[in-house]
């Protein structure tokens, strides 16, 4: 009888921990649509192609830079590390093809708000590749808000 009281809180806390991870990815996920709403909105009111790069580059370096202050924390949990370094690297390649860098054409100036709509659409995919602690999510948040 021990035995099935103990299992028993082990179960709940496992599935509530599951539900804390799926809902800070969907917080990321909600934070990242806005953010990219307002990126691919500066784009398309942008006067000239130099602009549109420059609010294109801006916005993602900026997510890269929060996310290697993620990477450097020790408080962040290990299991988050793998997926912060894909988002970073996702959004660095997405940088890379902006600027035709790495093996990537640069995105013509033409398409640019083509390329900002896709960036936005990729990132509000996130939860389909990325799964992340609510502690990690709050402070990406956090350190986005603030920089």
């Not at 028993?8 to 953010?35: C, E, M, N, W």
């Not at 013509?108 to 896709?118: R, S």
């Amino acid at each position: 009888m021990i035995k099935k009281k103990m299992i028993i809180p082990f179960f709940i806390v496992a599935i509530i921990s599951s539900g804390l991870a799926q809902d800070g990815t969907s917080r990321l996920q909600t934070h990242l649509k806005k953010y990219f709403n307002t990126t691919v909105e500066k784009v398309k009111m942008a006067e000239s192609p130099d602009q549109q790069r420059q609010i294109l580059n801006d916005s993602m370096h900026k997510l890269v830079m929060v996310l290697n202050t993620i990477q450097n924390r020790s408080d962040i949990p290990a299991q988050d590390l793998p997926a912060v370094n894909k988002l970073k690297k996702q959004f660095q390649q997405k940088i890379d093809e902006l600027n035709g860098r790495n093996g990537f054409n640069r995105v013509t100036d033409g398409n640019l708000v083509d390329f900002a709509t896709y960036v936005q659409q990729d990132m509000e995919q996130a939860d389909r590749y990325v799964t992340l602690s609510l502690t990690t999510v709050l402070l990406i948040i956090i350190i986005l808000l603030l920089i």
